[in-house]
């Protein structure tokens, strides 16, 4: 009898229906181009407008500005769905979750009905350009300027392992606006980047797993950006808002770990049981089914653990800490998780052509991005102390 899992109190009949369409998406749009993507490290432009066709972008944002008026839960099966099949091209996560959000909750009325519509039918790709060569998980330590003359910013500086950066259109950047250190003087600002000059696209990065997702350089000399695309009513709120939305963008990666670690539990069980060793399936060694039984349990914990952090979400009682619990800990659980699997699987799970070895590559970065497992325990463990340090 395998493992009853109960459907969380946030699912219901329309989500449902949707992750069922991402599935569809994925087998039809997706997984046949998987290889030729993989080989050229970054998928074709028209994904998105497929996906915007498909109503998988921007799904919760609200229909006024051309999404799909759904809620945080809509994000979270299109993005349970897609990384359970595996299916990279595109990262919504990062344009829908993340990057519409910070528009829809900074924008003025003008940028919304400007860039959302966009971004829903796949016209503008999104990314957000936090990462700096010197400056990864430490925000505070932005060097990017973006000094005002007249009505424009003159932005100057370079951002790396920014992910869509290849197809991005529509850029969040994180740059410093006035000469205060740390969190302060930072901004958010919105660059179109189509025939900007001074922008500058470098080399497609290659990384050691997440081949269809494109991940580049960015380089800005003297980029000439309009003083009202800064997101919110003043400068120097970058950084608030930064830690605001932060939240969310490490539930959405702590909710594809789950849904990873489940393709890579159901991959191994259907591996064992075929495969045979010693006259008997390998399901049958008491070492296999005492490592499953791991697996699963820390699975089931995590599931757990990221559906209550979901609702959590969807009642806006999130709070940084609980994120970075679930950010952190369902990464390392899936590591685990992977690894065990791809033991199971012997000489095969080091296979590309098994889908356990491509995760194995696809999810060491998951206690990397989103800021690192190390940044997550101090901000818990600052909680603990009333913020002292």
Not at 140 to 162: L, P
Not at 235 to 243: D, E, K, P, S, T
Not at 302 to 309: G, H, K
Request: charge should be neutral; aromatic fraction near 8%; charged fraction near 20%.
């Amino acid at each position: 009898m395998s493992i009853v899992v109960p459907k969380p109190g946030w699912m219901d009949s329309d989500l449902e229906q949707l992750a069922d369409t991402t599935n569809r998406f994925s087998d039809r749009d997706c997984l046949p181009h998987d290889d030729r993507w993989r080989a050229q490290r970054h998928a074709d432009r028209d994904i998105w407008t497929k996906a915007g066709a498909a109503g998988l972008l921007c799904a919760s944002i609200p229909e006024q500005y051309g999404g799909g008026g759904g809620h945080f839960g809509h994000e979270v099966v299109i993005t349970q769905a897609l990384a359970y099949k595996m299916a990279g091209g595109f990262s919504n996560s990062v344009h829908s979750g993340i990057v519409a959000h910070y528009i829809l909750r900074y924008g003025n009325e003008a940028q919304k009905q400007r860039w959302l519509p966009k971004m829903a039918t796949g016209e503008l790709v999104a990314a957000i350009a936090m990462t700096e060569p010197g400056a990864g998980t430490d925000l505070q330590a932005i060097r990017t300027s973006a000094k005002t003359d007249g009505e424009h910013y003159v932005i100057n500086g370079a951002k790396t392992f920014i992910t869509n950066g290849l197809h991005a259109n529509l850029i969040c950047v994180v740059a410093r606006t006035g000469p205060e250190q740390g969190g302060k003087g930072i901004s958010l600002i919105m660059v179109e980047t189509d025939g900007l000059a001074g922008f500058r696209r470098g080399k497609l990065l290659d990384k050691v797993g997440q081949h269809t997702v494109d991940t580049a350089e960015l380089f800005f000399d003297g980029m000439r950006v309009p003083t009202h695309q800064l997101l919110g009513s003043e400068a120097g709120r970058g950084f608030v808002q930064l830690m605001e939305q932060l939240p969310r963008e490490r539930l959405i990666i702590a909710v594809g770990g789950v849904a990873t670690m489940q393709r890579a539990v159901d991959e191994t069980l259907a591996y064992v049981q075929q495969r045979q060793i010693f006259g008997k399936p390998l399901m049958a060694m008491q070492n296999t089914r005492f490592k499953l039984a791991e697996c699963q349990t820390k699975l089931s914990i995590a599931r757990s653990f990221v559906d209550d952090c979901i609702t959590r979400s969807l009642a806006d009682t999130l709070d940084l800490s609980t994120a970075a619990m679930a950010k952190w800990w369902v990464s390392e659980m899936m590591g685990q998780v992977v690894d065990e699997c791809v033991q199971l699987h012997g000489g095969y799970g080091y296979m590309n052509e098994y889908p356990i070895a491509r995760l194995y590559a696809d999810a060491r970065v998951g206690r990397i991005y989103g800021g690192s497992n190390e940044v997550m325990k101090e901000l818990i463990a600052r909680t603990m102390d009333g913020g002292k340090r």
